[in-house]
Nanobody, 122 residues
Framework: VQLQASGGGLVQAGGSMRLSCAAS????????MGWFRQAPGKEREFVAA????????NFANSVKGRFTITGDNAKNTVHLQMNSLKPEDTAVYYC????????????????WGQGTLVTVSS
Protein backbone atom coordinates (compact mmCIF):
# COMPACT_ATOMS: atom_id res chain seq x y z
CA VAL A 1 0.00 0.00 0.00
CA GLN A 2 1.32 3.41 -0.96
CA LEU A 3 0.07 6.57 0.68
CA GLN A 4 0.30 9.99 -0.91
CA ALA A 5 -0.38 12.97 1.30
CA SER A 6 -1.17 16.44 0.03
CA GLY A 7 -2.54 19.79 1.15
CA GLY A 8 0.08 21.23 3.47
CA GLY A 9 1.31 24.80 3.40
CA LEU A 10 1.29 28.05 5.29
CA VAL A 11 -1.77 29.40 7.08
CA GLN A 12 -2.39 32.09 9.66
CA ALA A 13 -3.49 31.25 13.16
CA GLY A 14 -7.23 30.80 13.29
CA GLY A 15 -7.36 29.64 9.72
CA SER A 16 -8.25 26.30 8.18
CA MET A 17 -6.54 23.73 6.04
CA ARG A 18 -7.44 20.34 4.64
CA LEU A 19 -5.01 17.51 4.21
CA SER A 20 -5.72 14.55 1.97
CA CYS A 21 -4.18 11.10 1.75
CA ALA A 22 -4.74 8.80 -1.20
CA ALA A 23 -4.00 5.11 -0.89
CA SER A 24 -2.96 2.98 -3.83
CA UNK A 25 -1.60 -0.48 -4.40
CA UNK A 26 -3.01 -3.44 -2.51
CA UNK A 27 -5.96 -1.60 -1.09
CA UNK A 28 -8.45 -4.42 -1.53
CA UNK A 29 -8.22 -5.16 2.14
CA UNK A 30 -9.90 -3.03 4.73
CA UNK A 31 -7.63 -0.46 6.28
CA UNK A 32 -8.10 2.02 9.03
CA MET A 33 -6.31 5.27 8.35
CA GLY A 34 -5.00 8.10 10.39
CA TRP A 35 -2.74 11.08 10.78
CA PHE A 36 0.29 11.71 12.91
CA ARG A 37 2.44 14.78 13.21
CA GLN A 38 5.96 15.65 14.23
CA ALA A 39 6.92 19.12 15.31
CA PRO A 40 10.55 20.28 15.26
CA GLY A 41 12.46 18.74 18.13
CA LYS A 42 9.53 16.59 19.22
CA GLU A 43 8.49 13.00 18.79
CA ARG A 44 5.86 11.95 16.30
CA GLU A 45 2.41 11.99 17.87
CA PHE A 46 -1.03 10.67 17.06
CA VAL A 47 -3.53 13.18 15.67
CA ALA A 48 -6.59 11.35 14.36
CA ALA A 49 -7.83 8.01 13.12
CA UNK A 50 -10.82 6.67 11.23
CA UNK A 51 -11.94 3.07 11.03
CA UNK A 52 -12.18 1.28 7.69
CA UNK A 53 -15.96 1.72 7.62
CA UNK A 54 -15.80 5.32 8.77
CA UNK A 55 -18.05 4.50 11.68
CA UNK A 56 -15.43 5.29 14.31
CA UNK A 57 -13.08 8.20 14.71
CA ASN A 58 -10.60 9.15 17.39
CA PHE A 59 -8.70 12.34 18.04
CA ALA A 60 -5.86 13.52 20.19
CA ASN A 61 -7.06 15.77 22.99
CA SER A 62 -5.06 18.65 21.56
CA VAL A 63 -7.14 18.71 18.36
CA LYS A 64 -10.58 17.61 19.55
CA GLY A 65 -13.28 19.99 18.43
CA ARG A 66 -11.01 21.59 15.84
CA PHE A 67 -10.06 18.72 13.52
CA THR A 68 -12.28 16.24 11.73
CA ILE A 69 -11.33 13.16 9.76
CA THR A 70 -13.40 11.70 6.94
CA GLY A 71 -12.93 8.89 4.49
CA ASP A 72 -13.97 8.21 0.92
CA ASN A 73 -13.78 4.46 0.46
CA ALA A 74 -14.61 4.66 -3.24
CA LYS A 75 -11.50 6.76 -3.79
CA ASN A 76 -9.36 5.18 -1.07
CA THR A 77 -8.84 8.65 0.32
CA VAL A 78 -8.94 10.15 3.78
CA HIS A 79 -9.14 13.83 4.63
CA LEU A 80 -8.12 15.76 7.70
CA GLN A 81 -9.99 19.04 8.04
CA MET A 82 -8.15 21.35 10.40
CA ASN A 83 -9.94 24.42 11.72
CA SER A 84 -9.00 27.09 14.24
CA LEU A 85 -5.36 26.31 13.66
CA LYS A 86 -2.81 27.35 16.24
CA PRO A 87 0.94 27.92 15.93
CA GLU A 88 1.46 24.78 18.00
CA ASP A 89 -0.17 22.79 15.21
CA THR A 90 2.89 23.49 13.09
CA ALA A 91 4.42 20.15 12.17
CA VAL A 92 5.04 17.66 9.44
CA TYR A 93 1.86 15.64 9.12
CA TYR A 94 2.06 11.97 8.15
CA CYS A 95 -0.67 9.78 6.79
CA UNK A 96 -0.85 6.21 8.09
CA UNK A 97 -2.74 3.03 7.31
CA UNK A 98 -3.14 -0.23 9.16
CA UNK A 99 -5.58 -3.11 9.24
CA UNK A 100 -6.32 -2.39 12.87
CA UNK A 101 -8.11 0.79 13.98
CA UNK A 102 -6.87 0.47 17.55
CA UNK A 103 -3.37 -0.23 16.27
CA UNK A 104 -3.31 3.17 14.58
CA UNK A 105 -4.36 4.89 17.77
CA UNK A 106 -1.62 3.02 19.59
CA UNK A 107 0.93 3.98 16.95
CA UNK A 108 1.50 0.53 15.47
CA UNK A 109 1.50 1.35 11.78
CA UNK A 110 1.93 -0.90 8.76
CA UNK A 111 2.14 1.84 6.16
CA TRP A 112 3.32 5.43 6.28
CA GLY A 113 2.97 8.15 3.71
CA GLN A 114 5.48 10.89 3.12
CA GLY A 115 5.01 13.91 5.31
CA THR A 116 3.44 17.19 4.38
CA LEU A 117 4.46 20.35 6.19
CA VAL A 118 1.84 22.51 7.86
CA THR A 119 3.03 25.87 9.14
CA VAL A 120 0.74 28.04 11.22
CA SER A 121 1.91 31.61 11.63
CA SER A 122 0.96 33.71 14.63
Amino acid sequence: VQLQASGGGLVQAGGSMRLSCAASGRTSGTYAMGWFRQAPGKEREFVAAISSTGASTNFANSVKGRFTITGDNAKNTVHLQMNSLKPEDTAVYYCAADRGYSRIIEGHIDYWGQGTLVTVSS
